[in-house]
């Protein structure tokens, strides 16, 4: 769990042996929600108020953030796309550095309270809000340019790419329904073996559960609100520390924590391929880690996203992936074998994963 200092040292630790782990990364006190841990380990202050009505907020003092913030919003998501360019030319740093102010104003808006953080995930996940003002007006030069940027990025969001499958014709699809495995088979693409022989991470018909309800799981990403098109670009640009922080300061509402569960499950895919291409991987898998810790330790979410969002399938096939990515030929016993040995590891998650 994560506690802020204000509740740990409000609680009863009497006789308990602890260490404490100070987190520069943001972060939600899991203090008071009965789904992370026991009422009786609750501070005081959260003891007391368990049950408590909490008064509403005025309408009238919020309208006004109700107007502006989407279009402040939308700017900030403009300007990311704007600082898009191949990986090969950008300078990340550049373009986050001249952001940080915004971003620094979403950050202390989380901090005014849970009245706040309500509005700010009505923004965030406005479907109808996203629809009419983020997408490119033919009208609008600078619009048009930077919504072709985003499509262009999020084109090859997918482990499977739009160039890998047009390579590969029909027999690459992500699907392979009615063929061997099933309408759950999936296909991943690797590497041909220099020496003409197998393949190294060759084209394997991946057999998903029965019971998952996207097989696209691994294609390309389609956005259809602020907060998944902004997570989108926080993966893009590796995790930076002041966007995992607001959207770490967030998590106290709990229509933000499932809303934005389910886009890290969403985006698990991309985060995985991002995350192995990088130049900062130790640092980009400390950050991630810092938001699924959060995520994962609710008992019921971490369940709802397990049986309505395929999180076992994605996870396990997303490791197959990252591990048929790194195969090298066994000089030892063979390329037969050492398949089998990738194969029994396969399994055994699959095995896992219905426990």
């Known amino acids: 769990m994560s506690l802020c200092a204000e509740?740990?040292?409000n609680g009863e630790h009497t006789g308990h042996d602890f260490n404490?782990?100070?987190?520069?990364?943001?972060?939600?006190?899991?203090?008071?929600?009965?789904?992370?841990?026991r009422d009786s380990g609750f501070c005081r202050r959260h003891r007391l108020r368990t049950g408590e009505n909490v008064?509403?907020?005025?309408?009238?003092?919020?309208?006004?953030?109700?107007m502006v913030l989407p279009r402040f919003i939308l700017c900030i998501i403009q300007y990311l796309r704007d600082g898009y360019v191949e990986p090969a030319e950008r300078d990340l740093q550049k373009v986050l550095q001249q952001l940080e102010p915004q971003i620094t104003f979403l950050e202390e808006l989380t901090k005014m309270g849970g009245a706040m953080r309500t509005v700010l995930t009505k923004i965030l996940t406005n479907q109808q809000t996203y629809k009419e003002l983020s997408m490119g007006q033919e009208e609008n030069v600078y619009a048009k340019k930077n919504y072709d940027k985003y499509l262009s990025a999020l084109k090859n969001s997918g482990l499977v790419s739009v160039e890998e499958k047009s390579q590969g014709g029909?027999?690459?699809a992500d699907v392979a329904v009615g063929a061997e495995g099933g309408a759950g088979a999936m296909v991943l693409l690797g590497e041909e073996d220099q020496?003409?022989?197998q393949f190294v991470g060759q084209r394997k018909r991946v057999k998903l559960s029965s019971s998952t309800k996207d097989p696209y799981i691994i294609d390309s990403l389609k956005h259809k609100c602020f907060l998944e098109e902004l997570l989108f670009w926080t993966i893009k640009f590796e995790f930076p520390q002041k966007m995992v922080t607001f959207l770490l300061n967030m998590l106290p509402d709990q229509d933000y924590k499932i809303t934005f569960t389910k886009t890290f499950v969403q985006h698990y895919a991309f985060i995985m391929k991002t995350l192995m291409k990088s130049h900062e991987s130790d640092t980009m898998s400390n950050r991630i880690v810092h938001i699924s810790v959060q995520l994962f330790s609710n008992e019921e979410l971490a369940r709802h996203m397990t049986e309505e969002c395929q999180l076992l399938d994605i996870m396990v096939t997303?490791?197959?992936?990252?591990?048929?990515?790194?195969l090298i030929k066994s000089e030892l016993q063979g390329n037969l074998s050492f398949c089998l040995v990738l194969q029994f590891l396969f399994h055994s998650l699959c095995e896992f994963g219905r426990i």
């Open 318 to 326: 997303v490791l197959l992936y990252m591990m048929e990515s790194c």
């Open 55 to 66: 008064p509403s907020i005025p309408r009238d003092l919020l309208l006004m953030s109700e």
């Open 20 to 37: 404490m782990f100070r987190s520069q990364a943001g972060g939600a006190c899991d203090c008071g929600d009965s789904n992370v841990m």
């Open 7 to 9: 509740c740990f040292n």
């Open 195 to 197: 020496d003409g022989g």
């Open 170 to 172: 029909a027999a690459a």
